[in-house]
């Protein structure tokens, strides 16, 4: 699998040439299948827009395009009514979240409600594409895409403000671990040690440093340092520390990224545009 980062920073989008390295916009990562370039999306932060220029300029037959939520912060959908395949009526856009509490009526609402008139001048009913909403009811699905190789998919729920999901991809042999808006509490949560237990790619997030953690309980995140524990313990290949604090610019990120190395050296800090294989 190969992962493209289209979206790093955490809570709001910034701009500015001090943030011109890392990038500003919102959570957005693309997934690519080797060989048959289908894609899949998580989250759609502000970042989903060029991910969707991308797209349409690659001149893709891919048809339908499944989007995986973590939860649904506007740092994580905001960028939703300007994904460019969604206008397309030949295009299905597939929404896909965790079930648990959540109902399918609910989800829909989640998106039409942000593209209410007062708040954006296109309804979701008049974008083009034919929406899907899915819900995965048991902790762990398979999807047989097109090119016929499964995917699994397991998401478990984690501690954040209103609850979010943690999801482990794996496909052909290959895992990759997507844990973002996580606060572990005062130890680590161990469902997330054991879902990203030998995964080939743990992206986590690093929001803080742990001193400023320590100021910042009930927020909702992580510390670099917490993100390099858990490569530790799970015995990962490689971590990717993401969801960039907006007060980070590209030299402290650069620092925090040499700091996090020392303590678990196969670790990166997700830049804009950043394509990873694993
Ligand atoms: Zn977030
Ligand atoms: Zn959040």
């Not at 708040?119 to 899915?134: C, H, I, N, S």
């Not at 440093?209 to 799970?234: D, P």
């Not at 490689?238 to 650069?254: A, M």
Request: proline share 4%.
């Amino acid at each position: 699998m190969e992962v493209k980062f289209y979206g790093v920073r955490g809570s709001i989008s910034v701009s500015g040439i001090k943030y011109s390295e890392f990038g500003g916009n919102t959570t957005c990562l693309m997934i690519i299948a080797p060989g048959t370039q289908r894609i899949g999306v998580i989250d759609a932060g502000t970042g989903i827009r060029q991910l969707g220029a991308d797209f349409l300029a690659k001149g893709s037959d891919q048809k339908d395009i499944f989007i995986a939520f973590t939860h649904f912060h506007w740092d994580h959908i905001q960028g939703f009514p300007f994904f460019a395949p969604a206008y397309d009526p030949d295009m299905t856009i597939n929404l896909l979240a965790k079930g648990g509490d959540r109902r399918l009526k609910c989800l829909q609402d989640i998106f039409a409600t942000q593209m209410q008139e007062t708040y954006f001048p296109v309804a979701m009913g008049e974008m083009g594409a034919r929406f899907e909403f899915l819900l995965i009811e048991n902790s762990t699905q398979t999807f047989i895409p097109p090119d016929q190789v499964p995917v699994h998919v397991t998401a478990v729920r984690h501690n954040h403000p209103g609850g979010a999901y943690s999801y482990r991809y794996e496909r052909a042999g290959r895992s990759l671990v997507f844990s973002t808006d996580i606060e572990h509490g005062e130890s680590i949560d161990e469902n997330i040690v054991s879902l990203a237990q030998g995964a080939d790619l743990l992206i986590h997030d690093g929001q803080y440093s742990n001193e400023q953690l320590a100021t910042k309980k009930g927020w909702g995140h992580s510390s670099y340092e917490q993100a390099a524990e858990v490569a530790i313990r799970a015995n990962v290949k490689q971590l990717i520390v993401t969801h960039h604090d907006p007060d980070h610019d590209d030299e402290y990120l650069r620092g925090a990224e040499q700091r996090c190395r020392d303590i678990f050296p196969d670790t990166t800090f997700a830049r804009e545009g950043l394509l990873v294989s694993t």
